[in-house]
């Protein structure tokens, strides 16, 4: 069993940055593969990004490439997601997730999901 809380959401300008992070609790961390996704008002939770076991390999949506940057410190059980040159439409509440095997861009491949924590980009 893992436990995720995901926190560093707030409001910021257009152009700003945010870094979330997700701690998790519970055992073997470190196997896990992380993904971010995120859900805006009356839409469909989304992949965002995402991180293999040992943080050597990572995949971007489309939308976020180049802009955000995730990544995973496992002597800390934390997995973070560095959000710079924000825009209006990243305004969501964003979820952590962990996968027992490899990641994945679909919320079915995912096995334990944190709160999630509201980002509001202002313009």
């Known amino acids: 069993q893992v436990q995720l809380v995901e926190s560093g959401g707030g409001l910021v300008q257009a152009g700003g940055s945010l870094r979330l992070s997700c701690a998790a609790s519970g055992r073997a961390f470190s196997s896990y593969a992380m993904g971010w996704f995120r859900q805006a008002p009356g839409k469909e939770r989304e992949f965002v990004a995402a991180i293999n076991w040992s943080g050597g390999s990572t995949y971007y949506a489309n939308s976020v490439r180049g802009r955000f940057t995730i990544s995973r410190d496992n002597a800390k059980n934390t997995v973070y997601l560095q959000k710079n040159s924000l825009k209006p439409e990243d305004t969501a509440v964003y979820y952590c997730?962990?996968?027992?095997?490899?990641?994945?861009?679909?919320?079915?491949?995912?096995?334990?999901w944190g709160q999630g924590t509201q980002v509001t980009v202002s313009s």
């Open positions: 997730a962990a996968a027992k095997h490899y990641y994945s861009e679909y919320v079915d491949g995912y096995d334990y």
